[in-house]
């Protein structure tokens, strides 16, 4: 991968990789964070990095960031957190808080793999290489979540 390959990563998908690490995160922040790291991983390895494969290569670097970033977060239970939990009977009807919040009661690699097929829009293949799975378990885990989503979404405490 040359420089101007390269810069080209940057320009065309540094937008798209921090809406995915934002979503997979919950935090700008760390969705930040994540993007720099990714575009670094990209430089150090560019050299190994096909230019038509760039894009997989970056999601699959945020990926697998954000789930380390999500097991180390999961062994601090912060207080604002639990008392955030205990708090979620309001009613919201604004539909992208609903989601948002549907969003959240997926584990790390249930809400990449919905992030990945239904906002981004890869195939079963490309998930597959980007997360590490086979094509059957993308399906499988994919179906699931969107199981855990549709049954929160249904619940008449979120009926908008």
């Not at 999961?74 to 808080?97: F, G, H, I, P, Y």
């Amino acid at each position: 991968m040359e420089l101007i390959d390269y810069n080209n990563c940057v320009q065309d998908w540094a937008d798209a990789l921090f809406r995915f690490a934002c979503k997979c995160t919950g935090h700008e922040e760390d969705a930040r964070d994540v993007v720099q790291n990714s575009f670094e991983v990209l430089w150090q390895k560019r050299k190994d990095v096909v230019p038509a494969k760039a894009k997989a290569f970056l999601f699959q670097v945020a990926y697998n960031q954000s789930v380390d970033n999500y097991r180390k977060r999961s062994r601090v239970v912060l207080k604002e957190e639990a008392d955030d939990n205990r708090s979620t009977t309001n009613r919201n009807s604004d539909l992208k808080q609903v989601l948002e919040r549907a969003l959240t009661k997926l584990d790390e690699q249930a809400r990449a793999l919905v992030l990945l097929k239904d906002y981004e829009g890869y195939s079963y293949d490309e998930i597959a290489q980007i997360t590490g799975l086979n094509e059957s378990q993308v399906k499988v885990y994919l179906h699931r979540a969107r199981k855990i989503l549709k049954d929160y979404l249904v619940s008449v405490e979120n009926v908008i």
